[in-house]
Nanobody
């Protein structure tokens, strides 16, 4: 129903920046939550940022707040994650995901609660 394709990962030095992109296609709705997750080796998949297509509501994990910015281009059906001041601990595979459901407590933070996923893109931050 919904397909997500990510791009923009790579290798960057500490303090540098990367911008990840996630292009959505298929039957999308403005009410969907779009989230960015990351998973480092030996760690659980964690939500780092989220937004909705329809509004400006955003969420950031404490570990990235002030450094990462989630944004969207509705005309292009694309969501972005701008990552600045990168740290080695940001190294992970990053995934975009979509949650179809409206939730009174927003956003859902569990990976199992999201319905559609991109393929993941590796971000490596060297010291």
């Amino acid at each position: 129903q919904v397909q997500l394709v990510e791009s923009g990962g790579g290798l960057v030095q500490a303090g540098g920046s990367l911008r990840l992109s996630c292009a959505a296609s298929g039957r999308t709705f403005s009410s969907y939550t779009m989230g960015w997750f990351r998973q480092a080796p030996g760690k659980e998949r964690e939500l780092v940022a989220a937004t909705t297509w329809s509004g400006g509501t955003t969420y950031y994990a404490n570990s990235v707040r002030g450094r990462f910015t989630i944004s969207r281009d509705n005309a292009k059906n694309t969501v972005y994650l701008q990552m600045n001041s990168l740290k080695p601990e940001d190294t992970a595979v990053y995934y975009c995901a979509a949650d179809r459901r409206f939730r009174s407590s927003w956003p859902a933070s569990g990976a199992s609660e999201y319905d559609y996923w991109g393929q993941g893109t590796q971000v490596t931050v060297s010291s």
